[in-house]
């Protein structure tokens, strides 16, 4: 009967007689559901189930002059029906999709609509669960009815994860609702991930990007939230949310539910967001006045918005570590090296152009612990990024510049991922100090040849090699202990909570591998020069091959001391003056006398970067301090000191935390003993001079010096005056060290 019904409607339709048609589709309106019995005793859900059933049968002929029909079925609650009447529905959704291409866009939407925190296939006015004679579903269980239609799809439709990744954007909860909402969000499309692989790529970027727009409106110092009186906001416990009754929360949430309303978060945050997007947009357009007022986010806002990325990034963690961070399962490895490599591409399009990035990073920096070959791969990618990328023949302007702020910022991922994970050990160290200081030998080198054709000091194409010496700088102050001949790991055994050894701990140390090709010093003929001094690349007087390089650089007219960040540059001169290793406050005095000459920006470096809605590193010293304006990349080398941050500078997001700590190498671990040394051990050391003054001892130490070498303990005080002169004592460069000032923001 049902059957002949609808085929007959479809016959009426055609012919121009709308009204069979009407009452059909009637039936899946939401005024009918309510309805509880039918005239001749038969329930609804019965007559439901009969009518699912025999629209199957004409599936082919609904294209879209039955456009309110199809409408009226996909938007059917079926999740509140029985489970055969939901089974039925499925069942003629995938008729539908199968036979008319035009309708799949359609359902996968409203599928991915139902992925986040409202169930609207579930929830149809006050009908919620009306035909459920039992307890109500979980939200947990009605997940797992939409990730059975997507397989039902997917198998139907072999092209539909190709249609999928443009509407897995579409359908992504804005930064700006519920916390809730964007997580439950993430979950599901991890959970895709898993039985999808064609979608693992387009999934993890569009996670990821969605934690970076997050992450970059978030340009303030975590730890001055208490000086407001403020607290992060506490990320969600889902497993309520889940387990418990699907009803709890399935309606929109009210306005005053909302931390602050989307379109106004928009006309606040947006201006956060990559303003280039609009045509003719130019980074001098963003120091005038009307930016600074809008682009500042309220203290309440950013405890609200780093609440959502802590939320964020512990549900992406507990997937990482369910899916590969486990050895119970016997493909991890495999699952392993795919998804990292997908990781590592991502990074290296997204992460590693966002420079105002101080989280997401961390997803790589987790991830390169569970294997070796995962760290010597990252390490890698960055040295080639930094060291040996070149920008295309006949490339130069904007673009060309722009390849020089991405070398800038891999030689920074370099420095803060070497100083920083606890499982990088001794001679990987070693490795890297010696491919950094080879390129340093090879810019020397060039720049000597060149005469005086060369560029002066300071300017924009010596960008890269200051970064590079910073680099170096930043790397001997953690690991300096790891740089002398004979050092073996410092990598501590870090027991976790439940006492099991860190995963540091497990890892065959790099000493008995062999490393990739990709760390072995080398440069391309494309490079400054072919040519190195060889001698420089030997171990000299007790340190690792390639540290004389330092010595040469600092002394040459390239001067980095005066270019590289002032932070690191003093706490560079005070470890090295203390390990014996250089002394160089002669030259930092000397810097201090000369006149600072500024370097006028071209027309190509006023403007930004662009990465999608990412944006570019702010710019340090007290201008910048002082000014709000939106920051603009450093597209050449600034003066007076080179602007470049640390990514993986202390990792400040409370819950998410958890799962890096035991991976960090803190300042703390590695401060040079006796750093803080009070006025007593001072008269201590007087008392020592002549002991100092005496030729060491064949088992010493030889430092490499600058000039005559002075006696320790007048090394010391002439240290700490220089120190105190310029507003820093090595105490509180060691505070800037760990407490994340090192690294440039705007509040």
């Known amino acids: 009967m049902y059957v002949a019904f609808v085929k007959n409607a479809m016959v009426q ?13 009637a039936q899946f309106q939401i005024g009918s559901l309510a309805k509880p019995m039918s005239a001749d005793g038969a329930s609804s859900a019965t007559l439901l189930h009969s009518w699912l059933l025999a629209l199957t049968h004409v599936a082919p002929l609904l294209d879209r002059t039955c456009a309110t029909l199809v409408d009226a079925v996909t938007e059917f609650p079926w999740l509140a029906m029985p489970t055969d009447v939901g089974d039925a529905w499925a069942h003629l959704v995938c008729a539908i999709v199968s036979a008319r291409s035009e309708w799949v866009t359609r359902v996968v939407s409203l599928l991915l609509q139902n992925m986040g925190l409202h169930l609207g296939w579930y929830r149809t006015g006050d009908q919620t669960g009306a035909y459920h004679g039992t307890s109500q579903p979980t939200r947990r269980q009605l997940y797992a009815r939409l990730h059975e239609l997507l397989q039902m799809l997917l198998r139907l439709i072999p092209t539909l994860p190709g249609t999928l990744p443009p509407l897995l954007l579409q359908h992504f909860p804005h930064k700006h609702e519920r916390t809730m909402s964007q997580v439950l969000y993430i979950q599901n499309l991890l959970r895709i991930s898993e039985y999808c692989e064609a979608l693992t790529e ?30 992060q906001a506490g990320p969600t416990n889902l497993d309520p949310v889940l387990d418990g009754d699907a009803d709890a929360i399935s309606e929109p949430e ?15 945050l947006d201006s956060l967001e990559d303003l280039s ?30 609440g959502k990325l802590d939320a964020i990034m512990k549900a992406i963690y507990q997937f990482l570590d369910g899916h590969v961070g486990t050895l119970a399962h016997r493909d991890v490895h495999a699952r392993r090296h795919t998804l990292y490599q997908t990781l590592l591409g991502i990074f290296t399009r997204t992460v590693l152009t ?11 920096f987790w991830f390169a612990s569970l294997d070796h070959e995962f760290a010597d791969m990252f390490l890698g990618t960055l040295l080639s990024k930094s060291l040996y990328a070149t ?53 020397l080198e060039a720049f000597a040849s060149q005469g005086l054709s060369a560029s002066p000091p300071g300017a924009r194409e010596h960008a890269v090699f200051y970064a590079v010496a910073q680099a170096v700088f930043y790397i001997f102050c953690f690991r300096w202990r790891d740089l002398r001949d004979g050092a073996v790991s410092d990598a501590p055994v870090v027991p976790d909570e439940d ?36 001698h420089s690349m030997q171990g000299e007087r007790g340190w690792a091959p390639g540290l004389a390089v330092v010595q040469r650089a600092i002394t040459s007219p390239l001067n980095p001391l005066r270019y590289c960040n002032a932070n690191v540059v003093q706490q560079f001169a005070y470890v090295a003056q203390h390990t014996g290793f250089l002394y160089c406050y002669s030259v930092l005095e000397a810097n201090s006398q000369r006149p600072t000459v500024d370097v006028p920006a071209s027309p190509a470096a006023k403007r930004r970067v662009r990465s999608d809605t990412r944006e570019s590193t702010p710019t340090t010293g007290t201008a910048a301090a002082k000014s709000t304006a939106a920051p603009t990349a450093p597209a050449a080398l600034p003066t007076p000191a080179l602007d470049v941050f640390f990514p993986f500078d202390p990792y400040r997001l409370r819950d998410s935390a958890a799962l890096v700590h035991r991976l960090y190498r803190d300042w703390s671990d590695v401060a040079p003993d006796g750093e803080g040394m009070d006025e007593e051990e001072d008269d201590d050391e007087e008392e020592d001079d002549d002991e100092d003054d005496a030729p060491p001892s064949d088992g010493e130490l030889h430092p490499i010096s600058l000039g005559q070498r002075a006696p320790m303990s007048t090394r010391l ?21 760990e407490a994340m000032s090192i690294s440039p923001y705007t509040g």
């Not at 005080?717 to 509180?732: C, D, I, K, N, V």
């Open 13 to 25: 339709k055609s012919q121009g007689q709308m009204a069979p048609y009407e009452e059909l589709v």
């Open 202 to 231: 387009p999934i993890w970027t569009a996670i990821i990007d969605h934690a970076l727009q997050v992450d970059v409106a978030i340009q303030v110092e975590l730890d001055d939230l208490e000086d407001h009186g403020l607290e």
């Open 254 to 268: 009210s306005p005053e539910e909302l931390a602050f309303s989307v379109q106004g978060a928009d006309d606040v």
């Open 277 to 306: 997007d609009e045509e003719g947009y130019d980074a001098s357009d963003a120091l005038t006045s009307t930016v600074h007022t809008a682009a500042e986010p309220s203290w309440n806002e950013i405890a609200e918005l780093a």
């Open 354 to 364: 966002t420079f105002k990035s101080r989280h997401v990073q961390f997803i790589l």
């Open 391 to 443: 920008p295309p023949a006949g490339v130069a302007g904007e673009s060309g510049e722009s390849s020089v702020v991405l070398r800038i910022a891999a030689a920074s991922y370099v420095a803060s991922y070497v100083a920083r994970a606890r499982y990088i050990d001794a001679p990987t160290t070693r490795m890297v100090v010696l491919n950094l200081c080879t390129y340093m030998d090879a810019c």
């Open 499 to 534: 006492g099991m050894p860190s995963l540091a701990a497990t890892y065959p140390t790099a000493g008995s591998l062999e490393l990739s090709p990709q760390l072995m010093p080398m440069l391309h003929a494309s490079s400054l020069s072919s040519v190195s001094s060889t």
């Open 717 to 737: 005080r002439a240290s700490r005056a220089g120190l105190s002169h310029a507003g820093h004592t090595p105490e509180s460069i060691a505070q800037s060290l």
